[in-house]
């Protein structure tokens, strides 16, 4: 059984207050999606917790795939998700790994009479905790080896529509050789993506005559809003810059190398430099379980 390195506690005692940011970062309601996404892009967050204005009450959690989701919506009310799991200064980092893990999220609002105090992220726990650790069971026992790839001269809106019909947030990127030659991830997408309000005209005519005919007819306009993205190949919005890790890297080294370049993932290869997998903090996570 391995255990944290002494200078933290182990993770039977390891609680939330030993881990979180306090330094919080929020959104308020009533409040608009623009200001939302300003912050994100600013702060370079991929979600915050929500608190009604003037107080801090936190209400719900936007994220930027709620917002890519959502892309028709303006007020963060209509946008945010209001049923986030928050957790007390008080809990332990088992409980925070089980909710993460468990409700499929990243970022968890820390709460003391419903009041914001801090956050609690994936980052938090893999930055502060496991690469402070003596897990060193390889990488490749927890990647996934399902590669969501893609061709580096796909279109920019088809490359976002695969990786939502994956539900993944990152795509390895390869050329005409299936060379993995870069990396594209969901806030690629919402650093490049605007919301565009298109009309669809609706007509109360007989299905046998053409729509655009509107001599006698009520029109009835429907506002649509949706993420609009150039037509351009992924291959101009991808990182180039490739962060790859060994199948045989220990967890905690891993870690590491995940917080010296500020990545959440990172491909997978053998020895030989070939694809394997893919390697993400979420999964990295489930290894502090193991320590109790």
């Known amino acids: 059984m391995q255990h944290l390195k002494t200078r933290f506690p182990t993770l039977q005692r390891l609680l939330v207050k030993d881990l979180m940011s306090k330094d919080v970062i929020y959104a308020e309601v009533p409040g ?94 893999v930055y502060k905790a496991l690469a402070n650790s003596n897990l060193t069971t390889p990488v490749k026992e927890y990647m996934d080896r399902r590669i969501p790839t893609i061709w580096e001269k796909t279109p920019l809106p088809v490359a976002y529509s695969i990786m939502n019909w994956a539900g993944t947030q990152v795509l390895v ?16 997408f919402l650093n490049l993506g605007e919301v565009v309000y298109k009309q669809r005209t609706s007509s109360t005519k007989p299905s046998s005559e053409e729509e655009w005919d509107w001599s006698v007819s009520t029109i009835i306009y429907i506002g649509k809003g949706q993420l609009s993205l150039p037509p351009k190949p992924v291959s101009e919005i991808m990182s180039k810059q490739l962060i790859t890790v060994p199948d045989f890297l220990p967890l905690n080294e891993c870690a590491k190398k995940l917080q010296r370049y500020d990545v959440n993932q990172a491909p997978v290869v053998n020895a030989k430099g070939e694809l394997m997998g893919v390697i993400y903090d979420v999964q990295m996570i489930k290894a502090l379980l193991e320590t109790s």
């Open 32 to 125: 608009g999606r623009d200001e939302v996404l300003s912050i994100m892009r600013s702060k370079k967050v991929t979600g915050l917790p929500v608190v009604k204005k003037g107080t801090r009450k936190v209400v719900g959690v936007v994220t930027r795939r709620d917002l890519m989701k959502k892309p028709d919506e303006e007020q963060v009310a209509l946008i945010m998700s209001r049923d986030h799991p928050t957790v007390e200064p008080s809990d332990t980092i088992s409980k925070v790994i089980k909710l993460i893990t468990e409700r499929k999220v990243r970022l968890l609002p820390v709460t003391v009479n419903g009041e914001l105090i801090g956050v609690i992220t994936v980052s938090d726990l």
């Open 173 to 188: 990127v390869l050329d005409d050789n299936s060379k993995m030659v870069g990396i594209v991830t969901e806030h690629d």
